[in-house]
């Protein structure tokens, strides 16, 4: 069988969820399954360490990807001459995007559908091209993979499909986040927070994410307990941070937020298993790999209690009202405050981590392939 990928998030030291997700996945399922070919579609010049075993043929197109208007070039017009050059059995998209010009069977993993739910984070072009084409790639996908139950049910409701076309495959972790010893805290906390403890936020600044909402709580914790603690963010504003920088500046405790920018995954693993809790208060998650990054750091978690995150985080973390930042400063509290707290949640943690592996994920999705490749 020869299978076509869809390869565009797999860029070098600039991996996040999606393309953590591609990269996981397809570095199993080629090794997994030398008997097959592996068409990999790049939509620039690919790195080497992407082209996991011997039968992954890679090409790139010449323009790549990366605007509403190329989206379309890309999808409707290089992916499909493409596959009729190679004439796969299968496409896999990992990311979303696929092609509506073409007859081959596609399996199209949605993540989650905020722009459907959430217009005003999104540029205009964007979600329109959002709006406009993912509910006919739900259409058109032989079968379409996501990441939670609650994703499941938000396509099926939203997009009126049929219950048996979608399979759900949880992401899972990378193997490099682990505990780390008192020592490796220490330093890592001189470095980042001034030797001071700190929660930390893990992902990209936009609105859906409630980054006003969890610096509105630190401020409210800050002022109630006079704690030294600092609050990390770590990750890059996805459109416009305007309303943070606006934030920030009315903050009074604004001098222990620190952003650290992205981080690559070896140092992201030090400063997250070296942190007080992982804070993730979103509107909408169609998973939230932090959270399971956290619980194999040895570290609790605070999370939304609305979306997917209840189903993630089981009763490993303290479900916060993401709209209410009282909420969301008491769990700050009752962390910083309360060791047998703090302990429990760590050991809660290592049971509900086990749920999530890569390789699980990797076995769901091959056998997505495998139906829709069955005529």
């Given at each position: 069988?020869?299978?076509?990928?869809?390869?565009?998030?797999?860029l070098k030291d600039k991996l996040e969820g999606i393309g953590w997700f591609a990269h996981e996945t397809l570095s199993r399922i080629t090794r997994n399954h030398p008997e097959h070919e592996f068409l990999f579609i790049f939509d620039r010049p690919w790195d080497k360490?992407?082209?996991?075993?011997?039968n992954i043929v890679p090409v790139a197109t010449k323009i790549p990807s990366r605007h509403p208007f190329l989206w379309y070039w890309h999808y409707e017009n290089d992916i499909p001459k493409i596959l009729d050059i190679y004439k796969p059995d299968v496409f896999f998209s990992p990311d979303g995007w696929m092609s509506l010009k073409t007859a081959v069977p596609t399996v199209d993993v949605i993540h989650d559908i905020n722009f459907m739910h959430r217009p005003k984070d999104f540029p205009w072009l964007y979600l329109k091209y959002y709006r406009k084409f993912f509910p006919q790639y739900a259409q058109k996908a032989k079968r379409i993979v996501t990441v939670s139950e609650f994703s499941k049910a938000d396509i099926i409701y939203t997009f009126a499909l049929n219950p048996g076309k979608i399979d759900v495959a949880y992401n899972g972790c990378n193997e490099l986040f682990t505990g780390v010893s008192k020592e490796v805290k220490a330093t890592i906390?001189?470095?980042f927070s001034g030797g001071m403890p700190y929660f930390i936020y893990v992902g990209s600044l936009n609105p859906r994410k409630n980054i006003i909402?969890?610096?509105?709580?630190?401020e409210l914790f800050k002022k109630q307990t006079k704690s030294g603690h600092k609050l990390l963010l770590v990750?890059?504003?996805?459109?416009?941070?305007?309303d943070i920088k606006n934030k920030m500046a009315d903050m009074q405790f604004r001098g222990d937020v620190v952003f650290t920018n992205r981080l690559s995954s070896e140092v992201l693993q030090m400063v997250m298993a070296s942190a007080e809790?992982?804070?993730?208060?979103?509107?909408?998650?169609?998973?939230?790999?932090?959270?399971?990054?956290?619980?194999?750091c040895d570290i609790p978690v605070i999370c939304s209690?609305?979306?997917?995150?209840?189903?993630?985080?089981?009763?490993?973390?303290l479900l916060v009202n993401p709209a209410n930042p009282l909420s969301i400063a008491r769990a700050f509290k009752e962390i910083a405050l309360d060791p047998d707290v703090r302990e429990g949640l760590i050991e809660?943690?290592?049971v509900q981590r086990q749920k999530f592996s890569w390789d699980k994920t990797a076995e769901t999705v091959w056998k997505a392939i495998e139906k829709a490749a069955k005529k």
């Amino acid at each position: 069988m020869r299978i076509a990928v869809n390869t565009q998030h797999l860029l070098k030291d600039k991996l996040e969820g999606i393309g953590w997700f591609a990269h996981e996945t397809l570095s199993r399922i080629t090794r997994n399954h030398p008997e097959h070919e592996f068409l990999f579609i790049f939509d620039r010049p690919w790195d080497k360490s992407f082209i996991y075993a011997d039968n992954i043929v890679p090409v790139a197109t010449k323009i790549p990807s990366r605007h509403p208007f190329l989206w379309y070039w890309h999808y409707e017009n290089d992916i499909p001459k493409i596959l009729d050059i190679y004439k796969p059995d299968v496409f896999f998209s990992p990311d979303g995007w696929m092609s509506l010009k073409t007859a081959v069977p596609t399996v199209d993993v949605i993540h989650d559908i905020n722009f459907m739910h959430r217009p005003k984070d999104f540029p205009w072009l964007y979600l329109k091209y959002y709006r406009k084409f993912f509910p006919q790639y739900a259409q058109k996908a032989k079968r379409i993979v996501t990441v939670s139950e609650f994703s499941k049910a938000d396509i099926i409701y939203t997009f009126a499909l049929n219950p048996g076309k979608i399979d759900v495959a949880y992401n899972g972790c990378n193997e490099l986040f682990t505990g780390v010893s008192k020592e490796v805290k220490a330093t890592i906390q001189h470095k980042f927070s001034g030797g001071m403890p700190y929660f930390i936020y893990v992902g990209s600044l936009n609105p859906r994410k409630n980054i006003i909402g969890m610096l509105d709580a630190f401020e409210l914790f800050k002022k109630q307990t006079k704690s030294g603690h600092k609050l990390l963010l770590v990750g890059q504003p996805m459109w416009s941070a305007s309303d943070i920088k606006n934030k920030m500046a009315d903050m009074q405790f604004r001098g222990d937020v620190v952003f650290t920018n992205r981080l690559s995954s070896e140092v992201l693993q030090m400063v997250m298993a070296s942190a007080e809790a992982l804070v993730l208060v979103s509107f909408l998650e169609g998973f939230g790999i932090p959270v399971i990054e956290a619980m194999y750091c040895d570290i609790p978690v605070i999370c939304s209690n609305v979306t997917s995150l209840p189903e993630i985080a089981g009763d490993a973390a303290l479900l916060v009202n993401p709209a209410n930042p009282l909420s969301i400063a008491r769990a700050f509290k009752e962390i910083a405050l309360d060791p047998d707290v703090r302990e429990g949640l760590i050991e809660k943690g290592r049971v509900q981590r086990q749920k999530f592996s890569w390789d699980k994920t990797a076995e769901t999705v091959w056998k997505a392939i495998e139906k829709a490749a069955k005529k």
